[in-house]
């Protein structure tokens, strides 16, 4: 009976449309042209196929190490952001392999609303972080890890434009994007509120150990479309223990012009340091052992503007 007087609703309302345009028509032409050609543009412009924006060159390591291409493309369909504080939705199609001359690689489309991307197109902090976003997507839908290096490819799209629209389309309704989870990496930025007033340093403690596993705390960043960023000097020293057996690693970071620990960003891994302060310094140094990121301790120097980090080496590594 429910559906009954629903279906009677939807055709009363229905009549009632065509009603009124057939007034509309009969009455007042002009209104009734313009009316009709804004609904066809808004149709056109609502059912029109994803375009594509740019691709993502990175590599997946675990389960089965593979190049990976993602297609980040543009979709009307895809509902924009109402506001800065909602939540970036996507649509993601399969994960499918692609086999061309050259290689066997992983191929992966993701659309956004194309109000996403014209917004970080000129915004080079707001699109690394739209990437970034991507590959944390990526990583928890798809159950893979990445590599810590992407890059962005000369061309638009890897693989047909045919097969990128068919696997978008075939998907489910847009999912929002994850928030990187702050426990997988340790930013100096948000630990601003640890600075005493009368101190010109900064010392950050061991972190707490998650209750879930984690697979990386870095992440790196070499995109073609930005200029490079300077690295600066730095010194690393092996500290040993009577066995002459690596115990800890100390890396001293110089940082001339970084005048507050909030202009930087510094995440450890086990193999790994990445140490970001926006527009001015970039450095990454890989380790000569693994080290316990859980136990690592920072120390930033507001006067010398050297940030010294400290990290134990793993035992029995």
Not at 233 to 241: G, L, P, S
Not at 246 to 274: A, F, M, Q, T, Y
């Amino acid at each position: 009976m429910e559906a009954l007087c629903s279906s009677e609703e939807m055709l009363a309302k229905a009549t009632q449309l065509w009603t009124m345009l057939d007034d509309m028509a009969e009455n007042n032409p002009e209104n009734y042209c313009h009316f009709m050609q804004q609904q066809l543009k808004e149709a056109k412009h609502h059912y029109a196929p994803p375009e594509p924006c740019l691709c993502l060159k990175t590599s997946i390591l675990e389960p089965s190490k593979t190049r990976l291409f993602i297609n980040l493309c543009r979709w009307s369909r895809i509902p924009a952001p109402k506001s800065p504080s909602e939540p970036v939705l996507l649509s993601a199609g399969k994960m499918e392999t692609l086999s061309d001359k050259s290689e066997i690689c992983s191929i992966l489309d993701m659309a956004f609303n194309p109000s996403v991307l014209e917004r970080v197109e000129d915004n080079p902090p707001e699109k690394e972080q739209l990437i970034r976003m991507s590959l944390k997507y990526v990583e928890e839908h798809f159950s893979v890890t990445l590599s810590h290096s992407w890059s962005v490819a000369k061309f638009k799209l890897k693989g047909s434009l045919e097969r990128m629209r068919a696997s978008l389309r075939r998907e489910q309704p847009p999912l929002a994007a994850p928030q990187r989870n702050p426990n997988k990496e340790v930013t100096l930025s948000q630990l601003r509120s640890l600075t005493a007033e009368d101190s010109g340093d900064l010392i950050l403690p061991a972190a707490e150990k998650p209750t879930a596993p984690k697979k990386r705390l870095i992440e790196e960043i070499s995109s073609t479309d930005k200029p490079e960023t300077p690295k600066p000097a730095y010194k690393m020293t092996t500290k040993k223990d009577a066995d002459e057996k690596p115990r800890e690693i100390e890396l001293k970071i110089e940082l001339p012009g970084v005048c507050n620990v909030s202009e930087c960003n510094l995440s450890v891994s086990k193999d790994d340091v990445l140490v970001e302060c926006l527009l001015k310094y970039r450095l990454r140094v890989d380790l000569p052992v693994p080290v316990d990121e859980e136990a690592t301790s920072a120390i930033f120097n507001k006067k010398g503007g050297v940030l010294i980090v400290r990290m134990p080496v793993c035992q029995g590594k």
